[in-house]
């Protein structure tokens, strides 16, 4: 069973930066996707970013384009997500995400922002921008 643990939110003042890390164990093989998402309180979750471990292909959100950046340490089965320029509507509970590359229906240039395309879910960590 793949288990997933964040790490890294906290309160943050605008324009400040965070870094998130997500531990993962229990992949059966080496090619997945991981995946950030966030909810803010009365919003849908929202796919922010993923990376394939294949390849280390990233994709992003258009509102994480050019702040967040996603990377991996496959040695260390972790992923980052860095964001900078944070502003109050980045707050939210951040949650990693990952599927194997397998169960992809769709291709994930589109898919990765839909919380369906993946089966593992971690259990959130808080990101508070405010001044």
């Known amino acids: 069973q793949v288990q997933l643990v964040e790490s890294g939110g906290g309160l943050v003042e605008p324009g400040g930066s965070l870094r998130l890390s997500c531990v993962a164990s229990?992949?059966?093989?080496?090619?997945?996707?991981m995946g950030w998402f966030r909810q803010a309180p009365g919003k849908e979750r929202e796919g922010v970013s993923c990376i394939m471990s294949s390849d280390g292909k990233t994709y992003y959100s258009d509102s994480a384009k050019g702040r967040f950046t996603i990377s991996r340490d496959s040695a260390q089965n972790t992923v980052y997500l860095e964001m900078n320029s944070l502003k109050p509507e980045d707050t939210g509970m951040y949650y990693c995400?990952?599927?194997?590359?397998?169960?992809?229906?769709?291709?994930?240039?589109?898919?990765?922002?839909?919380?369906?395309?993946?089966?593992?879910w971690g259990q959130g960590t808080q990101v508070t921008v405010s001044s």
């Open positions: 229990g992949f059966t093989n080496n090619y997945y996707i």
């Open positions: 995400a990952a599927t194997y590359i397998f169960t992809l229906r769709s291709p994930l240039a589109t898919s990765f922002q839909h919380a369906d395309t993946y089966a593992y």
